[in-house]
């Protein structure tokens, strides 16, 4: 990568930064066995995580109530 940055390739879609790994994967390791793992131990390599380096947020998916079940249909599941 420009400027001597390591380039991380991920399983799925195209490489990135340390920074795009840290916000994607290592920011949610809670071991230390786990963290131990993280090539992202030296946070000076780190770079600069930009927004577009998270994950997008999933879209909500409106899922209308099956056969008459649900609030308001008097259904005790509901």
């Not at 786990?34 to 000076?44: G, M, R, V």
């Not at 995580?49 to 947020?57: H, L, N, R, T, Y």
Request: proline fraction near 9%; aromatic fraction near 6%.
């Amino acid at each position: 990568m420009a400027g001597g940055k390591d380039l991380v390739h991920f399983s799925q879609g195209a490489p990135g930064s340390r920074a795009k790994l840290w916000a994607r994967v290592c920011q949610y390791l809670r071991t230390d066995e786990q963290k131990c793992q993280c090539l992202n131990q030296d946070t000076s390599q780190l770079g600069t995580v930009q927004p577009s380096d998270f994950f997008a947020e999933a879209p909500v998916i409106e899922i209308p109530p099956i056969g008459g079940m649900g609030p308001g249909t008097g259904d005790p599941l509901g």
